[in-house]
């Protein structure tokens, strides 16, 4: 009827037309049930396997002054990626792609051209920033791998950080073990592990990293739905050695599902503090559902319980899917954590917990925000940023000769805070260039000193040890992060409380 009738109906994309008619009628559900069409459904299955299929770089556009988009660059390669073995280097303008011209092109669109179908060729065309020598380069794509666990490192002495921001995916147990074992090689007597912004994934993973800290016959979560072997007994760990190392876990208002799942059984059994913002909310099970035409239904067919018996999953009944996901928008008040509405329950050790509205820290602390306008001013600062560090880091900067990186990247290096340090007279340097060449004013370059030092430095320890090892810059910053180590003797108490809660349990035989 719409086909034939509708004013505009040859020019419509029935693909979309079916899909938004579909989600709208599952988000009437829940706002988790999701659609997938071939192209979504194919996307999916290579993000659980922590891999998607390219050349394996991270790369960037330098704009003009004017800010019209001059070209983009290889900002790192990844260790072992397809870009890293065929010698692409910090610095090489992207000239083209398989002969189209990738010159004035977006961000976005220079990457789908560098994305593409596993063993299939990208011929790229790079000029070296140093020379000005342009090369043909033939990279087949491959998978890359996007690992769970971005940055493992020890972040004070005796202290081990641990970044699980990538998803549970099917590595992230192995990535996890890993890295706890590097860590306590290096002498980690304590963790801080990190959960912000990992938006959950496959529960199996949650549970095998919680199955690390936990006592055997210690409830994980328990999962509560309607069809056959949606409701399950309880899933308890089965470690009969569990680590000991005290926990620290950083949560935010992007933590959800299977790192809720994680968060709300470290806290239910007094095992980690738990230090940060109000966690997402989101404690229901999906499954798929093939269907035809290479399509899937992803539908919610259960709900998650913590070990103390809360629901992670905040409401939804009035059915608005953008307060969901926006708490209320701008006018939600972040200032404060917001005040628990579900029933009470009790931790091991009997502290009270609240249910249905994600897993509330035992510690708040806000993250760092600015404003809208304020954001977007330092994004304009980028592109000098970006300029001056190209041209520091191949010497033609020639009062800053320490500081050039006209070499292949090394990875997994440990970083020291003597490493690349922004002084009083590279700042100087940078103000200088700002304001010659990109038309800032003098006073708006020293309104953001705290911002440009940061950058200057992520950008200059980009170019010589990757972006996995830059972001540890960043953290130097977060004041989140800077109380969760400063937390970690409380956790160490804490661990202790509830062991003392669970022997007594155990001997009660009431262990939950």
């Given at each position: ?24 009628m ?5 706002p988790h049930s999701n ?5 979504e459904f194919d996307?999916?299955?290579t ?7 390219g050349?394996?770089a991270t790369?960037g556009d330098l704009?003009?002054?004017?800010g019209?988009v ?7 390669t ?8 065929a010698?692409?280097?910090y ?6 792609v398989n002969g189209?011209s ?8 220079v990457r ?8 299939t060729?990208?011929k790229?065309?790079?000029?070296r920033y140093g020379?000005?020598k342009?090369?043909m380069?033939e ?6 791998s996007?690992?769970s666990?971005?940055?493992v ?10 970044a ?20 306590k090689?290096?002498g980690?007597?304590q ?10 994934g496959l529960?199996?993973?949650a549970?095998?990293?919680a199955n ?7 409830t994980i ?14 899933y308890?760990?089965?470690?009969k ?5 005290p ?7 992007n ?13 239910d059994?007094d095992r980690?503090?738990?230090v ?5 909310g ?8 093939v269907l035809d035409?290479?399509?899937m239904?992803?539908l919610?067919i259960?709900k998650y319980?913590?070990p103390?018996?809360?629901l992670?999953q905040?409401?939804?009944s009035?059915?608005?899917?953008y307060?969901y996901y926006?708490?209320?928008?701008t ?18 050790s009997g ?7 994600g897993?509330?820290?035992d ?12 954001a977007?001013?330092?994004?304009k ?9 190209l ?5 033609k900067?020639?009062d ?10 090394t990875?997994?290096y440990?970083l020291?805070p003597?490493?690349?340090?922004v ?5 100087q340097s ?18 953001e ?5 940061r ?23 977060d ?16 661990a ?17």
């Open positions: 009827m719409i086909e034939d009738n509708h004013v505009n109906g040859k020019k419509l994309d029935y693909n979309e037309l079916f899909k938004t008619a579909i989600d709208t599952l988000h009437t559900l829940d659609y997938f069409d071939a192209k996307q999916f299955r993000d659980q396997n922590s891999q998607y299929f050349i394996g790369i704009s003009d002054a004017d019209k001059i070209a983009t660059y290889i900002k790192a990844f260790d072992g990626a397809p870009a890293n073995r010698g692409l280097l610095g090489d303008k992207i000239v083209d189209v990738m010159l004035g092109k977006s961000l976005i669109e789908n051209f560098l994305r593409g179908p596993r063993g060729p990208a790229i065309t790079v000029e020379s000005g342009r090369e380069v990279i087949i794509r491959d998978a890359v996007q690992p666990i971005p940055e490192y020890m972040i004070r002495p005796g202290v081990g950080y641990i699980m921001k990538g998803g549970f995916n099917q590595t992230t147990y192995a990535e996890f073990i890993q890295a706890m074992r590097e860590l090689a290096q980690m007597k963790l801080v592990l990190d959960l912000r912004d990992n938006g959950g529960v199996s993973q549970y095998r990293v690390t800290f936990l006592s055997a016959g210690q979560f328990t999962q509560k739905g309607r069809i056959d072997g949606a409701n399950a007994p309880p308890r760990a089965d470690n050695t569990p680590d000991e190392t926990v620290v876990v950083l949560v935010n208002r933590t959800a599902s299977a790192s809720e799942i994680l968060a709300g059984a470290l806290q059994h980690a503090l738990i940060g913002e109000n966690t997402f989101k404690g229901l099970v999906q499954n798929p559902f035409y290479g399509s239904l992803l919610t259960a319980e913590t103390s018996g809360r992670i905040r409401d939804y009035d059915g608005n899917l307060n926006t708490k209320g928008g006018l939600a008040d972040e200032s404060q954590p917001p005040r628990p509405k579900g029933a009470e329950s009790k931790t091991d502290r009270a917990v609240y249910s249905g509205g897993i509330n820290p510690e708040f602390v806000k993250s760092q925000t600015i404003t809208a306008e304020k977007r001013f330092q994004q600062l980028n592109d000098p940023i970006f300029a001056f560090v041209g520091l880091a191949f010497g900067n020639k800053f000769e320490n500081y050039k990186v006209d070499r292949p990247i990875f997994e440990v020291k003597t490493d690349y340090p002084t009083e007279n590279l700042y940078f103000k200088k260039f700002a304001t010659e060449k990109y038309k800032f004013t003098p006073a708006q370059i020293e309104r000193r705290e911002f440009i030092q950058a200057l430095r992520t950008e200059l320890v980009t170019a010589a040890y990757g972006s996995t090892t830059s972001s540890q810059v960043f953290n130097d910053y004041t989140q992060l800077k109380k969760a180590i400063e937390l970690l003797p409380e956790a160490k108490q804490l202790i409380e509830g062991a003392k809660a669970n022997a007594k349990k155990e001997n009660s035989g009431l262990n939950r």
